[in-house]
């Protein structure tokens, strides 16, 4: 059974449910048949994903949803083999750059060369050309957006990449320009609940109005998160109940028990102790800068105001050490030592 | 009215059009106008005289060094080596005469060995009489700022080799990265951006050509936004047209189209400096990462803002600049965006509290 959020995704772009003007703004863009490449950026969970689904099939029909997966092997210039997963249909191919690796480059110069150089056999000329949907672009290497650059133009006859990435910030400029940029911004408070209206409806279940604004504020705007909460919830206890508890992921809780110890006592045997904790949601793979974020978020709402700006700033100077160190841990650990001693200062300073 | 560029404006102008009659319209909507645009000749080369200079009497002494195009996207680098290649051997003998690496193609070192050697040593083929065609073959390096050292290295020994036969033009965004002893063999053109006025005239032009409706200050800003490139410029002036759909296209359509912040939204982050609450501007930046905006683009509009704020004292602009300098370098490490707004408002907040004496 799949979940809700697969199962209800909108398959038109008829059908998707907030941001209007940018949906009409993509159908005529479809519908002309000079689609540029696109870089479609925004927060998770707003929907980049099924929009551009929703494109795909705005241009070339019902097929376009028809997909399979298959596994291919590249060769890098060392002569390693690579094995990936590709998802395609007949007039497109979707690619991961983070499953290649370092070799990224190799993968999709690749990948280009062979849609670009495959005829198409629609006449029409919207479908003169194949699609390559590049997802997590944010992860491309920059040897892989260099190769891009040139490509994009050259095969532009039969081929159009789309981008689709959380912010434009690690998309090199000369990619950019390549472009039409679309923004795709997170859904207001008020949207995730339509939207989850619009799902429950379609499971013949009903939400009390204050239930859907607790999961959709709880889900911070991400339509994906929300829908997984709604279906966790109701597979816990249905009916709902208006003052039910929203379901948090396991390791949101435990973060704010990671801030809690921290607030409550500031000395190296409590940070030993959190020490501890912080290894066990790595091990959990939560990635550090998700940990650091969150953490330092609730520490920021439990101090005093004269305090927040100090933290906020050590918290965004830890977290750029973490992206450009090895072993998270030790930034982590720094972080949480120094709100410590921050923190215990103050505290000790106070009349 | 419009007496930026006219001469030129007329000869591409009537070239574009010729050519435009040729095609049928069904097959022509789907060239992205990028490409329906790019110069066919160096004449047509907007702005960049200096090069476009030089590379006309290299046409007619038939003489030409090797070259090192660099320079932002979007300036013409490629257009103009292309445009070259054309006029001077004509369209088809350019395709045995011109050799057109980029990287997308494998260029490691036993490619420069084998097949760039291979071309550059190669004996000239025939040449088409009604062009100038000198007694050699061009090698484009596009991008070549992503060969490898090694490679860059190999390539140096080949230049020297067979420059009697084989001239070679390299292009890339960045200078630094191409080897010393390879740059220095090459006469060197900087692709500037585009002068405001040049790019307006051309994108103008465009505009004509297709049909598009433009309201005053439109294409103006189009050419503002792209910041010089003029490859956005055209192709968020085509993204743009299927927008409109037959009403005149405006700037706010522009704006909201390529992506500018709402100038109010910039005005409220402003606004919240010295006066709100941590809460306060945490909401904000979460407005900023719920938007999607690109925190760079934030950094560079509230930056603008700072600059002409008549309540800040000069002290005070100054520390300002600082913490955003420093954000900024953190964003392009790969930074979380949502913390570095977070941190640069709040000490901009805090440096907008202190007393102005
Ligand atoms: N100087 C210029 N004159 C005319 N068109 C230009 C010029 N620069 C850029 N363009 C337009 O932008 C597109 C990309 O230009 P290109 O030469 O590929 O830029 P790059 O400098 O990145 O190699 C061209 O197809 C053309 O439409
Ligand atoms: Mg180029």
């Known amino acids: 059974m799949a979940l809700w959020v697969e199962k209800h995704r909108p398959a038109a772009l008829d059908k998707l449910s907030f941001h209007s003007g940018l949906t009409e703004h993509l159908k005529q863009l479809a519908s002309s048949g000079d689609l540029p490449h696109l870089l479609v950026y925004g927060p998770t969970g707003a929907g980049k994903r099924t929009r551009i689904a929703a494109v795909l099939r705005e241009i070339y029909g019902p097929s376009a949803e028809k997909l399979k997966v298959s596994q291919r092997v590249f060769e890098t210039p060392s002569r390693r083999k690579l094995d990936i997963n590709i998802i395609s249909s007949n007039y497109h191919i979707e690619v991961n750059p983070s499953d290649a690796g370092i070799y990224d480059r190799v993968v999709i110069q690749d990948l280009i060369k062979e849609i670009a150089q495959t005829q198409q056999v629609a006449a029409s000329s919207a479908r003169k050309f194949k699609i390559v949907v590049i997802h997590e672009a944010d992860a491309l290497s920059r040897d892989a957006q260099h190769a891009l650059r040139r490509t994009m133009e050259k095969y532009m006859g039969n081929m159009r990449v789309i981008l689709c990435s959380t912010s434009t910030g690690k998309i090199i400029g000369p990619v950019q320009s390549r472009c039409l940029l679309v923004r795709v911004a997170a859904p207001s408070v008020d949207e995730v609940v339509d939207v989850m209206n619009i799902v429950a409806k379609k499971e013949g279940i009903s939400i009390p109005p204050s239930f859907a604004a607790q999961i959709a504020s709880g889900s911070q705007r991400n339509l994906h998160r929300a829908l997984l909460m709604l279906e966790a919830s109701y597979v816990r206890q249905y009916p709902f109940a208006e003052a039910q508890d929203v379901l948090l992921p396991e390791w949101e809780e435990y973060i704010k028990v990671i801030a809690a110890a921290a607030l409550k006592q500031q000395t190296p045997a409590q940070l030993l102790a959190i020490r501890k904790q912080l290894y066990e949601l790595l091990t959990h793979c939560i990635p550090p800068p998700t940990i650091l974020k969150g953490i330092a978020m609730q520490l920021i709402d439990g101090v005093e105001e004269e305090l927040k700006a100090e933290i906020v700033h050590q918290a965004a100077f830890y977290e750029h050490r973490l992206q450009n160190g090895q072993k998270a841990i030790v930034h982590l650990e720094a972080f949480m030592a120094k709100f410590m001693s921050i923190y215990k200062r103050h505290l000790m300073e106070l009349p | ?357």
């Open chain 2, 1 to 357: 009215m419009d007496f930026f560029g006219r001469p030129k404006a007329d000869v591409s102008a009537d070239s574009a059009s010729k050519t435009a009659k040729h095609v049928d319209p069904a097959k022509d909507r789907a060239i992205p106008w990028v490409e329906k645009y790019r110069p066919k000749n160096i004449n047509e080369v907007t702005a960049q005289e200096e090069v476009v200079q030089v590379l006309r009497s290299s046409l007619e002494t038939k003489n030409l060094p090797h070259l090192l195009f660099y320079g932002p996207p979007g300036t013409g680098k490629t257009s103009t080596i292309l445009a070259l290649t054309r006029d001077m051997y004509g369209p088809d003998a350019a395709k045995t005469r011109v050799l057109e690496l980029n990287a997308s193609d494998e260029r490691g070192i036993s490619v420069i060995r084998e097949k760039v050697k291979n071309f550059a040593r190669a004996v000239v083929s025939q040449a088409d009489p009604k062009y100038p065609s000198p007694p050699y073959k061009i090698v484009i390096l596009d991008e070549a700022d992503s060969m490898t050292g090694d490679a860059q290295a190999a390539l140096r020994r080949i230049m020297e080799k067979y420059s009697r036969i084989t001239r070679f033009c390299l292009v890339c965004n960045y200078v630094s990265r191409i080897i010393e002893p390879l740059a220095s063999r090459c006469t060197k053109f900087r692709f500037k951006s585009l002068p405001r006025d040049q790019a307006i005239a051309r994108v103008k032009e465009v505009a004509e050509l297709e049909y598009v409706n433009c309201a005053d200050g439109a294409v103006d800003a189009l050419v503002e936004c792209a910041e010089g490139d003029l490859r956005r410029a055209m192709m968020s002036l085509q993204s743009a047209s299927r927008m409109v759909q037959g009403r005149a296209l405006d700037a706010e359509m522009v704006a909201e189209l390529v992506g500018v912040i709402p100038a109010d939204f910039v005005k409220t982050l402003r606004g919240a400096w010295g006066v709100s609450s941590a809460q306060k501007i945490r909401g904000l930046v979460d407005d900023v990462v719920y938007s999607g905006y690109p925190a760079s683009r934030v950094l560079s509009q509230l930056h603008d803002l700072v600059i002409e704020d008549q309540q800040l004292n000069s002290l005070q602009k100054a520390k300002i600049a600082i913490v955003m300098a420093s954000v900024d370098k953190a964003l392009s490490d790969g930074a979380d965006e949502q913390l570095q707004l977070f941190d640069m408002m709040m000490q901009a907040s805090q440096i907008t509290a202190q007393q102005t004496v």
